[in-house]
């Protein structure tokens, strides 16, 4: 997993929050909640392209291992 770019802080009163890119703004009493940057999307090489139109799949079934290739690319 990576590494948090920042983090969620509760206050001590617990009702409001801060956000700090330094761990050691937050103190040993709050919860911090680890904020992560979003994954770039991953599309499909030209390479597994290739392997899908050497496949002997109607429409169909071509799309759910299209759509079953990028899910498992983009978890």
């Known amino acids: 997993m990576t590494e948090p770019i920042a983090w969620m802080v509760y206050t001590e009163d617990g009702k409001s929050v801060y956000v700090t890119d330094n761990p050691t703004d937050i103190k040993e009493d709050q919860r911090a909640l680890p904020l992560y940057t979003k994954q770039e999307w ?13 496949m002997a799949l109607g429409p169909h079934d071509l799309c759910l291992e299209v759509e079953a290739k990028l899910e498992e690319k983009n978890r």
């Open 42 to 54: 991953q599309g499909l090489t030209d390479t597994e392209i290739e392997e899908f139109e050497n």
